[in-house]
């Protein structure tokens, strides 16, 4: 996924969906096995409300396509 962000949307929108910063949340409820787990599932519901992000504001995809500069 972050080799597509990066390619088509450009080095900023895949710096956004990697970002891990932000709330993290107690999952131990939902009775994971271990620490192991919970940073799982943590990093998975980052993951997610980046793609929202990515999907919500268009202003991160930064990607220019190529232009043609020589054409006759």
């Known amino acids: ?30 009775g994971p096995v271990n620490a192991d787990n919970l940073n799982i599932l943590n990093g998975l519901n980052k993951i ?5 992000t990515l999907q919500r504001e268009p202003e991160w ?5 190529p232009t043609a500069t020589d054409c006759k």
């Open 61 to 65: 995809d930064t990607f220019q396509p």
């Open 48 to 52: 997610a409300g980046n793609l929202g």
């Open 1 to 30: 996924m972050f080799a597509w962000v990066k390619s088509n949307m450009g080095e900023g929108a895949a710096a956004k969906l990697i970002d891990m910063n932000g709330q993290t949340y107690d999952f131990a409820p939902l």
